[in-house]
């Protein structure tokens, strides 16, 4: 059991439309992440939010927009994407960005675009 | 830019027997994390071993231990008495330790398949 919670697990959606990947975690952490694993590249860190601001953007297309309501929610909205957009999308958090304490993933949400 | 490679797309190992993961890193930083992270077929990411660069005492968690070497840069993982659980895809992983920078910012590399059979 993990506690960090991604939905949805599996979506496929269209190049034109607009859908939500929501992630929640129930371990009191501040910091929360998303990360990109696909096929062909290493994972890697796409967004970073501490204490709701969000203090990493690591030159993440703006078809990808984060969104961190409290600390224990973050979204990622997704609009008019790329069939090279499909990939695994794990959300994880941490206690604080700001110094080194262990990263927590979830299960990931796989994004298949047609 | 830190690069980190892992040159064994899959290893396999015999239950109770001891398996090494090899990982190679290149940096001109100094001060720096390395860990090693298991991705079993559920996806999530779990922290397996971290290793910090400025201890020479080589990391060791339970059956898992590391081989840790800053001036050839290796850093590998060694599981000993080898698992049905421990079957996996590892990631090494690397972590700047510069003040300003997310620690959530890792490089990993490419991973390991590491199938176990009983």
């Known amino acids: 059991e993990t506690g960090v919670t991604q939905t949805p697990r599996h979506l496929v959606m269209g190049m034109t439309n607009k859908k939500s990947l929501k992630c929640e975690q129930h371990?009191?952490?501040?910091?929360m992440y998303w990360y990109k694993q696909s096929a062909k590249k290493p994972l890697e860190l796409m967004f970073v939010?501490?204490?709701?601001?969000?203090?990493e953007n690591n030159s993440v297309p703006s078809r990808f927009s984060p969104e961190c309501p409290n600390s224990s929610h973050l979204f990622l909205h997704l609009h008019t994407l790329q069939p090279e957009d499909s990939a695994l999308y794990l959300c994880?958090?941490?206690?604080?960005?700001?110094?080194?304490?262990?990263?927590?993933f979830g299960e990931g949400s796989w994004l298949t675009v047609v | 830019a830190q690069t980190v490679t892992q040159s064994q797309p899959e290893m396999s190992v015999q239950e109770a027997e001891t398996v090494t993961l090899s990982c190679t890193y290149d940096?001109?930083?100094?001060?720096?994390?390395l860990f090693w992270y298991k991705q079993p077929p559920s996806r999530q990411m779990i922290l397996v071993i971290r290793?910090?660069?400025?201890?020479?005492q080589n990391a060791t968690e339970n059956r898992f231990s590391v081989n840790f070497q800053k001036a050839a840069k290796s850093f590998s993982l060694k599981i000993s008495d080898s698992q049905l659980g421990d079957a996996a895809m590892y990631f090494c992983?690397?972590?700047?330790?510069?003040?300003?920078?997310?620690?959530?910012?890792?490089?990993f590399g490419q991973g390991t398949i590491l199938t176990v059979h009983p």
């Open positions: 994880a958090s941490s206690q604080d960005d700001r110094v080194l304490n262990t990263i927590y």
């Open positions: 371990l009191g952490h501040n910091a």
């Open positions: 939010y501490n204490f709701k601001e969000q203090t």
């Open positions: 940096t001109s930083e100094s001060d720096y994390y």
């Open positions: 290793q910090e660069a400025y201890k020479q």
């Open positions: 992983a690397y972590r700047s330790a510069r003040g300003g920078t997310s620690y959530g910012k890792l490089t």
